[in-house]
């Protein structure tokens, strides 16, 4: 089933391609243009995932995508997100160690001063190596 | 309640070193500035021209200002995105762009949400001519030669450039324009692959910059016909220009810094002479004599002035060349 | 010559200048395993460090991290599935296995001593003969390069695993995600939507970090309520020692194949490592245990990763062509101090010349023995609780994809792509073929173009000049021997 999705996916994509190549401009004679190498891929990525479409009909291999886990994935994908848009606004050094507590804390909870105490470091230390000893920057406190 | 207590600690310690790193305001004075460290931000990656120009001005200017100043690369879009940005930014002089040649090629390509108009110049700190360029063992001896043999075999002299649309492509296209020839342009990813086809006979010329031909010339390998420049070069004295040869053509790259438009005159100023005496230290033309850039300082004005003129020039050029995004 | 050498060994020996190498190395090791910390940014970042030094100090420290960053970017590889580089990418096949089976010091004692036999070997060619070599430099042309990357993609069906089909879709969907942005021959826009920032394209590091590390990570939080903790087994020398027969033979040839690639200006490590992986496969007797996590699947890529710092230095030093992006940031920091890298460096700077080639041996020798005495150290990691190991590898890799570029948009990409590569490892979709593509896309479809504007629009020029036929030759081979073995296996099975 799962397989049955992706390849409808990337049929999409391929047709999607193929149309958008059209409105390509072509300037050396010599230069089969930009368009050629897109167009070409999306023929191959139609037939690829009209083959895979076939192969998973007629295999029907069980969906095992589905697990104990996903409630999880979600959780920490949505965390992550969350983490993203903070970086910006609340800057590196209280973003991730905001992040940190709670998805240590949400992963399993132990001794809390000790998960804390490992938040911070590591986030002080992260900081250190980039910002300070690198001198790559990161994002400041942004109110 | 004590996870509370442990969690408030913690926010409050890391807000109080936040808060202290930011609160350490500057002396009263007429126009306060620099209230914080200046940021330079260079559109392309670390390690490259620009980059080691920045960040080799930087080090010169930083006795000029009581603040310290940050090189930030920002990269993308052939240079878009750091120009974007820096002419986006809060215009109180804080953050500084290190603007190149492609402020005016891209927004003339329709590839830049930006006009050299959204930036109010500095200081204009390097320029670079075209050098044609081709083998030492080429059978021509004289641009002339070259550029006949290009006018009786129209397409079929393959010049080599750094990518379609890029300075030394339009420097090509600028040969072209004034004396009627034609070649067959073979866009690069950079100059310095274009320089490599050339020494393994791959190609005939490149257009690309003196420096990044000048070691090849030393050795032998290579010869320059021609620079595109008003004067002829203090390091290849023997090169003509091609304005000597009646061709009337000045195309180059150039760098320097700039501000977001509405940034204030007395900030700009402040900022000039900083950045001038940075740009007059000995260990600054020291840098770019060994890089082999060209220094030519030049103030906000005549930097305009360079900028308006290479817009016209390379908006005819990007048109005739069909590279205008409709 | 003995005695050039003998002069740059006691130069790199002085206390001050062997420090700095020193420094080098440890300061790469850790850069490389850091993901988005590459081996050009780490030598890109300590390049205004060098501008005050004398020339042999300042190049011994850049050359030192530019070895332990292509070494180093196998440690987070083996370890955390995160290759610190792109070159890294495929010791993670391998090397990941490896370690979840309890076996990271035997994976890390691998990858240490084959970095050292392809630094060494490489070394070794650029000091003998590498006015010879440096002519292949000059040979290649656009239709070489074009079928290079054809040869390299023709990599994707044997590193598919269980379903070359969804190996090769992923591999044909990546390629189309590099079209993305200014087409490069004529700087057209494509499927940009407007965006300034895709003008570029996807930057290829966070879609990597995104791939492997963070979809790692997700399928670590899944994982972890039945988490099985697995024992390290902690005697990673000795055991690493004892394989050193086993992976001798595929160390040497990878290190010297990594070497050519190196020459290739343009071709850098991260191609060289796919390349000798797939050749250690093609030449082994049981290539069906490549990606199970097999000794030769880790000695391979990483004796051809480390073989390209030698091999990039030869048209450095010899023609003043760098060989890959490091060595043109190595150009770059010899133009600052006054040096004209090419032909006249060796007359007029013979003593740097040798230096420098000291440095590089001593450089690799500091990095065995630095990577050795690590191992304990490394597999440190694994001990931490996977509760708290996992959210610091998600910091790392958002934090790792932000200061490629400094830029947000990187970091979105890094979690998009980890989505889409956690999703793609529960439907057993390959992640390695994307990355392959994303490397060599540019590179087929501009020197196809290339190729064609200097020839005039004739296709004959691919197969009338013997590298480019021979290469393309090898990639048609290389493409279909899996699927031909499978027909093969089939039939003898049906019979």
């Given at each position: 089933?799962?397989?049955?999705?992706?390849?409808?996916?990337?049929?999409?994509?391929?047709?999607?391609?193929?149309?958008?190549?059209?409105?390509?401009?072509?300037?050396?004679?010599?230069?089969?243009?930009?368009?050629?190498?897109?167009?070409?891929?999306?023929?191959?990525?139609?037939?690829?995932?009209?083959?895979?479409?076939?192969?998973?009909?007629?295999?029907?291999?069980?969906?095992?995508?589905?697990?104990?886990?996903?409630?999880?994935?979600?959780?920490?994908?949505?965390?992550?997100?969350?983490?993203?848009?903070?970086?910006?606004?609340?800057?590196?050094?209280?973003?991730?160690?905001?992040?940190?507590?709670i998805?240590?804390?949400?992963?399993?909870?132990?001794?809390?001063?000790?998960?804390?105490?490992?938040s911070?470091?590591?986030?002080?230390l992260?900081?250190?190596?980039?910002?300070?000893?690198?001198?790559?920057?990161?994002?400041?406190?942004?109110? | 309640?004590?996870?509370?207590?442990?969690?408030?600690?913690l926010?409050?310690?890391?807000?109080?070193?936040?808060?202290?790193?930011?609160?350490?305001?500057?002396?009263?004075?007429?126009?306060?500035?620099?209230?914080?460290?200046?940021?330079?931000?260079?559109?392309y990656?670390?390690?490259?021209?620009?980059?080691?120009?920045?960040?080799a001005?930087?080090?010169?200017?930083?006795?000029?200002?009581?603040?310290?100043?940050?090189?930030?690369?920002?990269?993308?879009?052939?240079?878009?995105?750091?120009?974007?940005?820096?002419?986006?930014?809060?215009?109180?002089?804080?953050?500084?762009?290190?603007?190149?040649?492609?402020?005016?090629?891209?927004?003339?390509?329709?590839?830049?949400?930006?006009?050299?108009?959204?930036?109010?110049?500095?200081?204009?700190?390097?320029?670079?001519?075209?050098?044609?360029?081709?083998?030492?063992?080429?059978?021509w001896?004289?641009?002339?030669?070259?550029?006949?043999?290009?006018?009786?075999?129209?397409?079929?002299?393959?010049?080599?450039?750094?990518?379609?649309?890029?300075?030394?492509?339009?420097?090509?296209?600028?040969?072209?324009?004034?004396?009627?020839?034609?070649?067959?342009?073979?866009?690069?990813?950079?100059?310095?692959?274009?320089?490599?086809?050339?020494?393994?006979?791959?190609?005939?010329?490149?257009?690309?910059?003196?420096?990044?031909?000048?070691?090849?010339?030393?050795?032998?390998?290579?010869?320059?016909?021609?620079?595109?420049?008003?004067?002829?070069?203090?390091?290849?004295?023997?090169?003509?220009?091609?304005?000597?040869?009646?061709?009337?053509?000045?195309?180059?790259?150039?760098?320097?810094?700039?501000?977001?438009?509405?940034?204030?005159?007395?900030?700009?100023?402040?900022?000039?002479?900083?950045?001038?005496?940075?740009?007059?230290?000995?260990?600054?033309?020291?840098?770019?004599?060994?890089?082999?850039?060209?220094?030519?300082?030049?103030?906000?004005?005549?930097?305009?002035?360079?900028?308006?003129?290479?817009?016209?020039?390379?908006?005819?050029l990007?048109?005739?060349?069909?590279?205008?995004?409709? | 010559?003995?005695?050039?050498?003998?002069?740059?060994?006691?130069?790199?020996?002085?206390?001050?200048?062997?420090?700095l190498?020193?420094?080098?190395?440890?300061?790469?090791i850790?850069?490389?395993?850091?993901?988005g910390?590459?081996?050009?940014?780490?030598?890109?970042?300590?390049?205004?460090?060098?501008?005050?030094?004398?020339?042999?100090?300042?190049?011994?420290?850049?050359l030192?991290?530019?070895?332990?960053?292509?070494?180093?970017?196998?440690?987070?590889?083996?370890?955390l599935?995160?290759?610190?580089?792109?070159?890294?990418?495929?010791?993670?096949?391998d090397?990941?296995?490896?370690?979840?089976?309890?076996?990271?010091?035997?994976?890390?004692?691998?990858?240490?001593?084959?970095?050292?036999?392809?630094?060494?070997?490489?070394?070794?060619?650029?000091?003998?003969?590498?006015?010879?070599?440096?002519k292949?430099?000059?040979?290649?042309?656009?239709p070489?390069?074009?079928?290079?990357?054809?040869?390299?993609?023709?990599?994707?069906?044997?590193?598919?695993g269980?379903?070359?089909?969804?190996?090769?879709?992923?591999?044909?969907?990546?390629?189309?995600?590099?079209t993305?942005?200014m087409?490069?021959?004529?700087?057209?826009?494509?499927?940009?939507?407007?965006?300034?920032?895709?003008?570029?394209?996807?930057?290829?590091?966070?879609?990597?970090?995104g791939?492997?590390?963070?979809?790692?990570?997700?399928?670590?939080?899944?994982?972890?309520?039945?988490?099985?903790?697995?024992?390290?087994?902690?005697?990673?020398?000795?055991?690493?020692?004892?394989?050193?027969?086993?992976?001798?033979?595929?160390?040497?040839?990878?290190?010297?194949?990594?070497?050519?690639?190196?020459?290739?200006?343009?071709?850098?490590?991260?191609?060289?490592?796919?390349?000798s992986?797939?050749?250690?496969?093609?030449?082994?007797?049981?290539?069906?245990?490549?990606?199970?996590?097999?000794?030769?699947?880790?000695?391979?890529?990483?004796?051809?990763n480390?073989g390209?710092?030698?091999?990039?230095?030869?048209?450095?030093?010899?023609?003043?062509?760098?060989?890959?992006?490091?060595?043109?940031i190595?150009?770059?920091?010899?133009?600052?101090?006054?040096?004209?890298?090419?032909p006249?460096?060796?007359?007029?700077?013979?003593?740097?010349?040798?230096?420098?080639?000291?440095?590089?041996?001593?450089?690799?020798?500091?990095?065995?023995?630095?990577?050795?005495?690590?191992?304990?150290?490394?597999?440190?990691?694994?001990?931490?609780?996977?509760?708290?190991?996992?959210?610091?590898?998600?910091?790392?890799?958002?934090?790792?994809?932000?200061?490629?570029?400094?830029?947000?948009?990187?970091?979105?990409?890094?979690?998009?792509?980890?989505?889409?590569?956690?999703?793609?490892?529960?439907?057993?979709?390959?992640?390695?073929?994307?990355?392959?593509?994303?490397?060599?896309?540019?590179?087929?479809?501009?020197?196809?173009?290339?190729?064609?504007?200097?020839?005039?629009?004739?296709?004959?020029?691919?197969?009338?000049?013997?590298?480019?036929?021979?290469?393309?030759?090898?990639?048609?081979?290389?493409?279909?021997?899996?699927?031909?073995?499978?027909?093969i296996?089939?039939?003898?099975?049906?019979?």
């Open positions: 089933m799962a397989d049955v999705l992706v390849s409808a996916a990337f049929a999409f994509i391929s047709i999607f391609v193929f149309f958008s190549t059209g409105r390509f401009p072509e300037l050396n004679i010599n230069d089969p243009g930009p368009a050629l190498f897109p167009k070409m891929l999306s023929v191959i990525l139609l037939v690829l995932s009209v083959a895979l479409l076939l192969s998973a009909v007629f295999k029907r291999r069980k969906a095992v995508f589905f697990e104990h886990g996903w409630k999880k994935v979600l959780f920490t994908v949505l965390l992550l997100l969350l983490y993203y848009f903070s970086l910006d606004i609340l800057g590196f050094l209280v973003s991730t160690s905001l992040f940190l507590i998805l240590i804390r949400y992963l399993e909870k132990r001794n809390l001063l000790h998960d804390v105490a490992i911070v470091g590591f986030t002080f992260i900081y250190s190596v980039f910002q300070l000893l690198l001198n790559v920057p990161l994002p400041e406190f942004g109110i | 309640m004590k996870k509370f207590g442990v969690l408030a600690v926010l409050l310690f890391t807000f109080s070193i936040l808060a202290g790193c930011q609160s350490q305001g500057g002396k009263e004075a007429k126009v306060n500035f620099p209230e914080k460290a200046i940021e330079i931000i260079v559109p990656a670390a390690g490259g021209g620009t980059d080691a120009v920045a960040r001005l930087a080090d010169a200017a930083k006795d000029s200002f009581s603040k310290p100043i940050a090189v930030v690369n920002k990269t993308g879009g052939g240079g878009a995105v750091g120009m974007a940005e820096g002419a986006k930014a809060k215009a109180d002089g804080h953050t500084v762009t290190m603007v190149t040649v492609e402020l005016v090629t891209l927004p003339n390509m329709g590839l830049a949400p930006f006009t050299y108009n959204d930036f109010k110049p500095i200081i204009q700190v390097n320029a670079d001519p075209s050098a044609l360029t081709v083998k030492a063992d080429a059978p001896k004289t641009a002339e030669e070259f550029l006949n043999y290009a006018k009786a075999n129209p397409g079929k002299v393959k010049v080599g450039n750094s990518g379609a649309g890029a300075i030394w492509h339009l420097a090509a296209a600028a040969i072209e324009d004034k004396t009627g020839a034609k070649f067959n342009h073979v866009p690069f990813d950079g100059a310095a692959p274009a320089v490599t086809a050339l020494l393994g006979g791959h190609i005939d010329a490149v257009t690309v910059s003196p420096a990044e031909v000048a070691s090849h010339v030393k050795s032998g390998q290579l010869k320059i016909l021609a620079v595109a420049s008003e004067k002829r070069l203090e390091q290849f004295p023997d090169v003509p220009t091609f304005k000597e040869l009646g061709i009337d053509v000045v195309v180059g790259t150039w760098r320097g810094l700039a501000v977001p438009k509405d940034t204030p005159d007395e900030i700009v100023s402040i900022l000039y002479d900083g950045f001038k005496k940075a740009a007059e230290k000995d260990s600054f033309k020291e840098f770019m004599k060994n890089a082999g850039l060209g220094l030519e300082v030049k103030d906000g004005k005549e930097f305009l002035e360079r900028m308006k003129n290479d817009n016209e020039l390379f908006a005819k990007i048109n005739s060349l069909g590279l205008a995004k409709k | 010559m003995l005695s050039h050498l003998f002069y740059g060994l006691a130069k790199v020996l002085r206390p001050d200048i062997f420090l190498l020193l420094l080098g190395v440890w300061g790469g850790a850069i490389g395993s850091l993901p910390l590459t081996a050009t940014m780490g030598v890109a970042l300590l390049l205004p460090v060098t501008f005050g030094m004398e020339p042999e100090a300042g190049m011994l420290l850049l030192g991290i530019y070895i332990g960053a292509i070494y180093g970017g196998s440690v987070s590889a083996i370890l599935r995160t290759p610190g580089t792109p070159a890294a990418a495929a010791t993670a096949m090397g990941f296995e490896m370690a979840k089976r309890g076996e990271a010091g035997k994976a890390l004692g691998i990858s240490t001593t084959a970095s050292f036999i392809g630094g060494i070997v490489s070394t070794l060619m650029l000091i003998t003969i590498s006015p010879i070599l440096a292949i430099a000059l040979k290649f042309s656009a070489e390069y074009f079928a290079l990357a054809i040869f390299g993609l023709s990599i994707i069906s044997s590193i598919s269980k379903s070359p089909l969804k190996g090769i879709i992923v591999g044909v969907f990546g390629l189309l995600v590099s993305i942005g087409d490069p021959m004529t700087s057209y826009p494509r499927f940009t939507f407007g965006n300034v920032n895709l003008l570029n394209g996807f930057s290829f590091i966070p879609v990597m970090i791939l492997f590390g963070l979809a790692q990570a997700l399928y670590n939080v899944e994982e972890s309520e039945q988490a099985v903790k697995i024992q390290q087994k902690v005697e990673g020398v000795l055991s690493a020692l004892s394989e050193i027969k086993r992976i001798l033979g595929t160390a040497v040839r990878s290190a010297v194949m990594g070497t050519f690639i190196g020459i290739i200006p343009g071709a850098g490590a991260d191609i060289a490592a796919f390349v992986y797939n050749e250690a496969k093609r030449w082994s007797k049981h290539p069906e245990k490549f990606g199970t996590g097999i000794p030769e699947g880790i000695a391979a890529p990483e004796a051809g480390n390209v710092t030698g091999g990039a230095m030869i048209p450095l030093l010899t023609l003043g062509i760098p060989g890959d992006a490091v060595t043109a190595l150009l770059g920091a010899l133009m600052i101090q006054g040096l004209q890298p090419g006249l460096l060796f007359k007029e700077h013979g003593e740097l010349v040798y230096t420098i080639f000291s440095g590089l041996l001593v450089g690799n020798v500091l990095m065995l023995i630095s990577g050795l005495l690590g191992i304990r150290l490394f597999i440190k990691v694994l001990s931490v609780p996977k509760n708290i190991l996992t959210p610091l590898i998600f910091v790392l890799c958002i934090v790792g994809s932000y200061a490629m570029n400094n830029s947000f948009f990187d970091v979105g990409v890094m979690l998009a792509s980890g989505v889409i590569g956690y999703i793609f490892m529960k439907l057993d979709f390959p992640a390695s073929p994307i990355i392959l593509a994303l490397i060599l896309g540019p590179m087929a479809e501009s020197n196809l173009r290339r190729s064609l504007i200097m020839s005039g629009g004739n296709y004959s020029i691919f197969f009338t000049r013997p590298i480019s036929a021979f290469l393309l030759t090898l990639a048609l081979i290389t493409f279909i021997t899996p699927f031909l073995k499978d027909f296996k089939r039939k003898n099975l049906g019979n």
